[in-house]
C-alpha cells in the first residue's frame, strides 16, 4: 500500500509535489495501489517511483513524468496522457483503454500483455518497446514510431497504422487484420506467420522484410514495395 506520507503530499497539490521532488531526487516513493482517478495531474513528476496497480483512470497527465516507474497491472483508461514521458518504464498487464497518448514517448518501456483497446497514440514514440502480447484493437498509431520493438503475438486488429515506422520491428505471428498500414515503413520487419488478412497496405514499405508463412489474403497491396522481401509460403487467397 501507498505510505501516508507520500498520500498527504500528493493532497498538496502538483506543485508542492513536484518541489519536494525536486528536494529529494533519489527518492523512491513508494506509491503502491494509491487511487489517483479522475485527477488533475498535469506535468507531475512520479519518476522513478513504485505505482504498482495504481489507479489513474480518467486523470488528466499531460506531459507528466512518469519515466523508469514500476507500473505493474497500472489503470490508466480513458486518462489524458498527451506529451507524457513514460520511457523505460515497467508496464505490463497495464491497461489504457481509451486513453489519450498523442506524442507520448514511450520509448523502452516493457508493455509486455498491456492493453492498448480504442487507444489514441497518433504520433507516440513506442522504439525499442517490449510489447509482447499486447493488445492494440482499433487503436490510432498513426505516425506513431514502433521501430526495432518486439511485438510478438500482438493484436492490431483494425488499428490505423497509417504512416507508422516499424523498422526492423518484430512481428512474429502478429494480428493486423483488417490493419490500415497505407504509407507505413516495415522495412526489414519480421511478419513471419503474421495474419494480414483485409490489412490495407498500399504504397507500404516491406523492403527486406520476412514475410514467411504470412497470410496476405485479401490485403490491398496496390505500390506496396516488396523488394528483397522474403515471401516463402505467404498465402495470398483473394
Known amino acids: 500500500m501507498a505510505e501516508p506520507n507520500y498520500l498527504t503530499l500528493l493532497a498538496q497539490g502538483v506543485q508542492q509535489w513536484n518541489q519536494w521532488r525536486h528536494e529529494h531526487e533519489s527518492a523512491r516513493p513508494e506509491l503502491t495501489r494509491v487511487n489517483l482517478r479522475d485527477r488533475n ?16 483512470s480518467g486523470s488528466r497527465l499531460i506531459r507528466a513524468k512518469l519515466d523508469r516507474c514500476d ?4 489503470t490508466f483508461a480513458r486518462a489524458n496522457l498527451r506529451h507524457a514521458c513514460l520511457e523505460r518504464a515497467n508496464l505490463s ?4 483503454v481509451d486513453a489519450d497518448l498523442t506524442r507520448a514517448n514511450l520509448q523502452g518501456a516493457d508493455f509486455t500483455r498491456a492493453n ?17 502480447g499486447a493488445n492494440f484493437r482499433g487503436a490510432n498509431l498513426v505516425w506513431a514510431n514502433l521501430g526495432e520493438t518486439n511485438l510478438t503475438g500482438a493484436n492490431l486488429d483494425e488499428a490505423n497504422l497509417t504512416g507508422a515506422n516499424l523498422d526492423e520491428a518484430n ?15 516495415l522495412g526489414k520487419a519480421n511478419l513471419t506467420k503474421a495474419d494480414l ?5 498500399n504504397e507500404a514499405n516491406l523492403k527486406g522484410a520476412n514475410l514467411t508463412g504470412a ?8 505500390g506496396t514495395n516488396l523488394i528483397e522481401a522474403d515471401l516463402d509460403g505467404v498465402i495470398l487467397r483473394n
Open 41 to 56: 495531474l498535469n506535468q507531475i513528476d512520479l519518476s522513478h517511483a513504485e505505482l504498482i496497480e495504481a489507479n489513474f
Open 71 to 74: 507500473l505493474i497491472r497500472a
Open 93 to 96: 498487464r497495464s491497461s489504457f
Open 116 to 132: 492498448f483497446e480504442g487507444a489514441n497514440l497518433q504520433g507516440a514514440d513506442l522504439s525499442q518497446a517490449n510489447l509482447i
Open 171 to 185: 512481428l512474429t505471428g502478429v494480428d493486423l487484420v483488417g490493419a490500415n498500414l497505407t504509407g507505413a515503413n
Open 197 to 201: 488478412t483485409g490489412a490495407n497496405l
Open 215 to 222: 497470410d496476405l489474403s485479401q490485403a490491398d497491396l496496390n
